[in-house]
């Protein structure tokens, strides 16, 4: 099993900056992409950017030229660079890392961290 702690979420306000990092535990050689989740009220968990373990990454059309992941497969962690934050950018922002248990691909979800971008 995989244990992911995210960190990093707060309030900033539109155009500022705020970074997640997301630390992976437990059985973490079997893990592949990692990426970042957010649900804002009302909404769908959308895909926010992703990174496989090679450092290919994807993002959502709506975060491209103003959010950066990265990993550090030595710390077993993902980060979230966010830059120029709007207001609908405010959701909860889940980590989540997919890894290869029991001939399986596995989904494994951080807690949750609030990111709040006031006006």
């Known amino acids: 099993q995989v244990q992911l702690v995210e960190s990093g979420g707060g309030l900033v306000q539109a155009g500022g900056s705020l970074r997640l990092s997301c630390a992976a535990s437990?059985?973490?050689?079997?893990?592949?992409?990692m990426g970042w989740y957010r649900q804002a009220p009302g909404k769908q968990r959308e895909l926010v950017a992703s990174i496989t373990s090679g450092g290919s990454t994807n993002y959502a059309d709506s975060v491209k030229g103003r959010f950066t992941i990265s990993r550090d497969n030595a710390k077993n962690t993902v980060y979230l660079q966010m830059n120029s934050l709007k207001p609908e950018d405010t959701a909860v922002y889940y980590c989540?890392?997919?890894?290869?248990?029991?001939?399986?691909?596995?989904?494994?979800w951080g807690q949750g961290t609030q990111v709040t971008v006031s006006s």
């Open positions: 437990g059985s973490i050689f079997g893990i592949g992409a």
């Open positions: 989540n890392a997919r890894a290869f248990e029991m001939a399986r691909w596995l989904d494994y």
